[in-house]
């Protein structure tokens, strides 16, 4: 069955640096997002990509953040200066070519700020 | 903010039927009512979703009401591995997913 990997399962870096968490979706999928899960708390969207630009975004995908597809099979998002409250696991999800139906998640990865 | 309500908590035994509430009474005619599930801190998994009629495949049964303002889920024959929280989502088409808390299901042996 097909799914979605993201790599590395887990990161720790220090406060300040930047950090690329990557997503390789599932291959016919058109429709891109990224998601975070705070220790204890909801799965929060972050951003939806689709058609090589950003369709939608939350408050907490400020100017930090950027999220790229740069050889059409990886789908990045990267943190510029990392700060302590960023610490999370951040999920990746695809859809499928009608923008409809079911997501599908990867595993996540655990990033922890110092 | 999640557009449904679910209570917080709830357990069954094991081999018996989980039905898992979820209330939307501010649905709109053209959002869907999606159900997921998150193991521990694993990625959210999908389980069904649907309109207005009800759905089944091989994980569960949704049970929509003919105003669709509540659904049910069903585990027909629940197993420990299905100890889980689920989340009721209500979605328009190509539309982000917003999690609420959801319910945590514990399955008892």
């Known amino acids: 069955e097909p799914e979605v990997t993201q790599t590395p399962s887990h990161q720790v870096t220090q406060m300040g640096q930047e950090v690329i968490l990557r997503c390789v979706p599932i291959?016919?999928?058109?429709?891109f997002y990224w998601y975070r899960q705070i220790l204890g708390q909801k799965v929060e969207f972050l951003v939806s990509f689709y058609n090589n630009e950003i369709s939608e975004k939350s408050e907490i995908f400020d100017d930090q953040f950027s999220v790229e597809r740069p050889d059409g099979s990886n789908f990045t998002l990267k943190i510029r200066s990392t700060k302590l409250e960023d610490s999370a696991m951040y999920f990746c999800?695809?859809?499928?070519?009608?923008?409809?139906?079911?997501?599908?998640f990867g595993e996540g990865s655990r990033l922890t700020v110092l | 903010d999640a557009k449904t309500t679910q209570p917080p908590s709830m357990d069954c035994a094991e081999g018996r039927a989980a039905n898992l509430p979820c209330n939307h009474s501010?649905?709109?005619?053209?959002?869907?009512v999606y159900w997921y599930r998150q193991i521990h801190s694993q990625g959210p998994q999908y389980i069904i979703h649907g309109l207005k009629n009800n759905e089944t495949n091989e994980m569960a049964s949704l049970i929509i009401t003919e105003d669709r303002k509540s659904s049910t889920l069903i585990l027909p024959h629940a197993t420990l591995r299905d100890t889980a929280v689920y989340y009721c989502i209500v979605r328009v088409h190509q539309s982000k997913l917003t999690f609420g808390k959801g319910i945590t299901l514990s399955v008892r042996p």
């Open positions: 501010t649905i709109s005619g053209n959002e869907y």
């Open positions: 999800a695809s859809g499928g070519t009608s923008g409809f139906g079911e997501l599908f």
């Open positions: 291959s016919n999928h058109l429709y």
